[in-house]
């Protein structure tokens, strides 16, 4: 099993910045491709940052310019670094794992809050 546990959320004024940590419990180097999502309340989870084995990165158009995606291999950690923020993206945001090789497998965080408030 892989553990992944985030950190970094909080509270922060609309247009501030907030750096999401997700720590793995294994090796994500090759096998791994990594993502943020969000889950506001009553809403469903949204996909908002993945990152491919090789770099590759996507954003949905509310995040797209604002967010970023990273990933350190030595040290099992993704990051989404997130710029202007905007009271819609309070949210508790998870990580996410995929494996697709050799064996396919789907995990997540416990997530962490986010709340972008005056």
């Known amino acids: 099993q892989v553990q992944l546990v985030e950190s970094g959320g909080g509270l922060v004024q609309p247009g501030g910045s907030l750096n999401l940590s997700c720590a793995a419990s294994?090796?994500?180097?090759?096998?791994?491709?990594m993502g943020w999502h969000r889950q506001a309340p009553g809403k469903q989870r949204e996909m908002v940052a993945t990152?491919?084995?090789?770099?590759?990165?996507n954003y949905p158009d509310s995040v797209k310019g604002r967010f970023t995606i990273s990933r350190d291999n030595a040290k099992n950690t993704v990051y989404l670094q997130m710029n202007s923020l905007k009271p819609e993206d309070t949210a508790v945001y998870y990580c996410?794992?995929?494996?697709?090789?050799?064996?396919?497998?789907?995990?997540w965080g416990q997530g962490t809050q986010v709340t972008v408030s005056s």
């Open positions: 294994t090796r994500i180097f090759t096998f791994y491709a």
């Open positions: 990152i491919t084995t090789g770099g590759t990165t």
């Open positions: 996410n794992a995929e494996k697709h090789w050799p064996t396919r497998g789907t995990y």
